[in-house]
């Protein structure tokens, strides 16, 4: 697979890793919930006066569940790769060799990436909207791919990403200026 992380090919440089940004805070949010959630069961268990050890243990496993339910991804990039991290391990693809790009279906909304060796990653796409570093090493990536062929699958998927990100842009944009 290369070196994740490395020097750029493209830019015979050394070129530091891109996160999101916004990680640390969506974080903070699902660990206020699952503590929010925690409380108001105990409290509703001391108010009902039937508090108890096995229920209390059962009280902080299910704010455990929603924790790690809550928990996004981290998502990093550089050049050539992408990887997410989550709660149940990383997914590394290489963007440079893509394959495919498409949306999943299910409640969420979810990208999913899958390269020439067979490997996938599956992330938000809102992560690419709020984050334009990722985005940059992304869509140069797949614009190289789609220029030699190898993506076969996915281009208007990216396109309409693009789409989006020029008008969240656009929108920040004239927010910032007072133009709104």
């Known amino acids: 697979m290369g070196s994740v992380g490395g020097p750029s090919d493209r830019h015979h440089c050394p070129v ?5 940004t916004e990680w640390a805070e969506d974080v903070r949010h699902a660990v206020r919930c699952a503590v929010t959630l925690l409380v108001m069961l105990v409290v509703i268990d001391v108010a009902a006066e039937s ?3 096995p229920r209390a243990a059962l009280w902080l496993g299910l ?11 981290r998502v990093t990039a550089g050049p050539g790769w992408l990887a997410t991290h989550g709660v149940l391990g990383a997914h590394v693809v290489r963007t440079d060799r893509l394959v495919s790009v498409r949306w999943a279906d299910g409640v969420a909304q ?9 490997e996938r990653a599956e992330l938000d796409p809102r992560v690419l909207v709020a984050n334009p570093a990722l985005w940059r090493m ?15 699958c996915g281009k208007t998927a990216l396109e309409n990403l693009a789409d989006r990100i020029d008008r969240e842009t656009a929108r920040t944009v004239f927010r910032v200026s007072g133009l709104e």
């Open 16 to 20: 530091a890793p891109v996160y999101d």
């Open 110 to 118: 979810r990208m999913v990436l899958r390269d020439a060796d067979g």
């Open 63 to 73: 704010a455990g569940v929603l924790l790690v339910i809550l928990v996004p991804v």
């Open 51 to 53: 508090a108890s050890w």
């Open 138 to 152: 992304l869509d140069e990536d797949a614009r190289a791919c789609v220029a030699r062929g190898t993506l076969r």
